[in-house]
């Protein structure tokens, strides 16, 4: 088992920057890569970031590429999302997974979900 913590959710003026952490805990060498997903109200859940088990690979979706960056503090076990010039279409609930395996598309295969950090952008 894995439990995934998120924190840093909060509201923010566009523009703006926030940081969302991720604490794992439990058999996290279960997992070969870890990512972020977001889900806006009425809209299906989508990938954000991915980040491999080294940390050597990463993926952002186009929507996010050049402002988010994705990281992992190892020693840890805490997974990052770093967001700068939020836009009000950023507004969602971001979750944290943890994933079976790595691929083009970032991180599939999901086993582990957090409960969710709201992100709120008003322009």
């Known amino acids: 088992q894995v439990q995934l913590e998120e924190s840093g959710g909060g509201s923010v003026q566009a523009g703006g920057s926030l940081r969302l952490s991720c604490a794992a805990s439990?058999?996290?060498?279960?997992?070969?890569?870890m990512g972020w997903f977001r889900q806006a109200p009425g809209k299906e859940r989508e990938r954000v970031a991915g980040i491999s088990r080294g940390g050597d690979s990463t993926y952002y979706a186009d929507s996010v590429k050049g402002r988010f960056t994705i990281s992992k503090d190892n020693a840890k076990d805490t997974l990052y999302l770093e967001m700068n010039s939020l836009k009000p279409e950023d507004t969602a609930m971001y979750y944290c997974a943890a994933g079976r395996r790595w691929f083009l598309s970032g991180c599939i295969d999901i086993n582990y979900w957090g409960q969710g950090a709201q992100v709120t952008v008003s322009s």
């Open positions: 439990g058999y996290t060498y279960s997992s070969n890569c």
